[in-house]
Nanobody, 124 residues
Framework: QVQLVESGGGSVQAGGSLRLSCAAS????????MGWFRQAPGKERELVAA????????DYAASVKGRFTISRDNAKNTVYLQMNSLKPEDTAVYYC?????????????????WGQGTQVTVSS
């Protein structure tokens, strides 16, 4: 079993930056694909970014491409999401997820483990 704990959320003004971290415990996730998803009130959970086990394959939602960067440190069992140039429409609960396969995939049902989420609020 894998436990995922997100941190780094908070409130920021438009144009600001935040860095989210997702620490995994219970077993190593170095062979797992990892993803960041978000869910705003009244909306479905959507992919923000996903990264393969090696970091060689990465996918971003079109709305965050060029502003957000996903990375991972397998030695620390941790995945990161650097968010720059934040916009009010980025406001959501952000979730970390792990998939028991190495390749990138963008849909929530294919992920096996989820964190509790961290709130990101961007004010205009």
């Amino acid at each position: 079993q894998v436990q995922l704990v997100e941190s780094g959320g908070g409130s920021v003004q438009a144009g600001g930056s935040l860095r989210l971290s997702c620490a995994a415990s219970g077993r190593t996730v170095s062979s797992y694909a990892m993803g960041w998803f978000r869910q705003a009130p009244g909306k479905e959970r959507e992919l923000v970014a996903a990264i393969s086990w090696s970091g060689d394959s990465i996918d971003y939602a079109a709305s965050v491409k060029g502003r957000f960067t996903i990375s991972r440190d397998n030695a620390k069992n941790t995945v990161y999401l650097q968010m720059n140039s934040l916009k009010p429409e980025d406001t959501a609960v952000y979730y970390c997820a792990a998939r028991r396969r190495p390749g990138v995939i963008t849909t929530p049902p294919h992920y096996d483990y989820w964190g509790q989420g961290t709130q990101v609020t961007v004010s205009s």
